[in-house]
């Protein structure tokens, strides 16, 4: 009974600080996207302080478009790297929680096959049909495990490049019609 209670023990001890490990690192990017937005906000009250200078400077309407137009091409471009930006750290405190519930599944997924073997050497004859069935449940849940999982990376994956090819097209189209308006 003592080394029933001892592998309960060590369990909650494992989950307690695999719970605590996942909390300090969703902490982690809760930091960094705090620091981004801080740096951001920083970096856009300068901008738009030297913005409203220069605006208080033009002297005619040819020249206050002139000073939008110049505006437009950074400030789409800033924008899609924020949001670059923060999609890495998302992307990196998913990958790093992902990593550690993959580990823990898969001691999960030893440790209950084990429990299943002791079992069946301790198991009655004629049971034989019934351990049978529970290591095929066993075996269809992992297999249904990965099959989620493969299917999760490749939405992953898909979201990522969709993402990329947003981000790229919003940056090129903010900057057609800043050339075009040069060109001219």
Same mark, same amino acid.
């Given at each position: 009974?003592?080394?029933?209670?001892?592998?309960?023990?060590?369990?909650?001890?494992?989950?307690?600080?695999?719970?605590?490990?996942?909390?300090?690192?969703?902490?982690?990017?809760?930091?960094?996207?705090?620091?981004?937005?801080?740096?951001?906000?920083?970096?856009?009250?300068?901008?738009?302080?030297?913005?409203?200078?220069?605006?208080?400077?033009?002297?005619?309407?040819?020249?206050?478009?002139?000073?939008?137009?110049?505006?437009?091409?950074? /400030? &789409?471009?800033? #924008? =899609?790297?924020?949001?670059?930006?923060?999609?890495?750290?998302? *992307?990196?405190?998913? +990958? @790093? %929680?992902?990593?550690?519930?993959?580990?823990?599944?898969?001691?999960?997924?030893?440790?209950?096959?084990?429990?299943?073997?002791?079992?069946?050497?301790?198991?009655?004859?004629?049971?034989?049909?019934?351990?049978?069935?529970?290591? /095929? &449940?066993?075996? #269809? =849940?992992?297999?249904?495990?990965?099959?989620?999982?493969?299917? *999760?990376?490749?939405? +992953? @994956? %898909?979201?990522?490049?969709?993402?990329?090819?947003?981000?790229?097209?919003?940056?090129?189209?903010?900057?057609?019609?800043?050339?075009?308006?040069?060109?001219?």
């Amino acid at each position: 009974m003592s080394y029933t209670a001892d592998q309960l023990l060590a369990a909650h001890k494992a989950n307690l600080e695999t719970f605590f490990g996942l909390s300090h690192k969703a902490f982690e990017g809760v930091e960094k996207i705090v620091e981004l937005n801080l740096q951001t906000a920083k970096t856009t009250l300068n901008e738009v302080a030297e913005t409203a200078q220069a605006a208080l400077s033009v002297k005619d309407p040819q020249e206050l478009f002139a000073l939008q137009a110049s505006l437009l091409q950074p /400030s &789409a471009e800033k #924008a =899609a790297a924020y949001g670059r930006h923060l999609y890495d750290i998302v *992307a990196g405190t998913n +990958a @790093e %929680v992902t990593k550690v519930a993959e580990a823990t599944v898969a001691d999960s997924q030893k440790k209950v096959l084990s429990l299943v073997d002791n079992a069946v050497k301790n198991a009655p004859a004629g049971t034989e049909n019934a351990v049978a069935m529970v290591k /095929s &449940a066993i075996t #269809a =849940a992992n297999n249904a495990f990965e099959s989620a999982q493969k299917a *999760a990376k490749q939405a +992953a @994956e %898909v979201a990522e490049a969709n993402f990329q090819a947003v981000t790229n097209t919003a940056v090129k189209a903010s900057q057609a019609p800043a050339k075009s308006k040069r060109a001219a």
